[in-house]
């Protein structure tokens, strides 16, 4: 159990469009989930907390009017990256916990590319 | 605020040799520690936690981790390294185990195995 599936696996699109990347817990129900984005080589950053009929809370320095997070049930929360350049360019990553249960499951990202 | 320290960027073993990556955290409270690993182009897989107890703990694919308090260190082990464990792996530490978990990342090791 436990299973965190996040799709697409890779995307590209074009500078200026907008990509959507679902993350969805499969097997339970996890009002809170969150996005990580990472770049080559580097560790996750925390970008935003994604709250189940509520309005996510970001990290400092996150553009909420670019990374829009809608978390509309207990098993699926999207994030949209609106008019996407190239520098949106990443790896982002969802995970969820698990309610009474202290770790966290991951999802297996998502490479957006933007040409 | 939470940090932590994963001093091994790149580590570089051969196969059947152990291995320890060093994983040291500041957190003022009692910390909630945590090892993933991540392959290419994956999202992360737990391999082992720490809430509380007994301070070793074993985890999956036959890895354990040591808490040790008076060294705010969390090290992560494995008698003898298969090849399958070349990955990137990172340590974490969370402030809770209820409610909305926010996970602190170190930036990472990258495992290598010589054959």
């Known amino acids: 159990g436990a299973v965190v599936s996040q799709h697409p696996s890779w995307v590209i699109c074009k500078s200026g469009t907008s990509v959507k990347i679902e993350c969805r817990s499969l097997d339970f129900q996890a009002t809170t989930m969150f996005w990580y984005r990472q770049f080559p080589k580097q560790s996750l950053m925390l970008m935003a907390t994604s709250n189940e009929g509520s309005k996510a809370t970001y990290e400092q320095g996150v553009e909420k009017d670019k990374f829009l997070i809608n978390h509309a049930s207990l098993t699926l929360s999207t994030l949209t990256v609106t008019s996407a350049h190239p520098e949106d360019s990443s790896f982002y990553i969802c995970?969820?916990?698990?309610?009474?249960?202290?770790?966290?499951?991951f999802g297996q990202g998502t490479r957006l590319t933007v040409v | 605020a939470q940090s932590v320290t994963q001093p091994d960027i790149h580590i570089t073993v051969s196969e059947g040799a152990s291995l320890e990556l060093r994983c040291n955290y500041s957190y003022g409270a009692t910390p909630y520690l945590f090892w993933y690993v991540q392959s290419p182009g994956q999202g992360l897989q737990l391999l082992l936690k720490?809430?509380?107890?007994?301070?070793l703990v074993q985890g999956i694919k036959g890895f354990e981790a040591e808490f040790k308090r008076s060294q705010s260190s969390f090290n992560l082990r494995k008698p003898s390294v298969h090849w399958s464990d070349a990955a990137e792996y990172f340590c974490a530490v969370g402030d809770s185990i209820q409610g909305a978990q926010k996970l602190v990342f170190g930036q990472g090791t990258r495992l290598t195995i010589n054959p």
């Open positions: 995970s969820a916990r698990v309610p009474g249960r202290g770790e966290a499951f």
């Open positions: 720490y809430f509380s107890g007994d301070t």
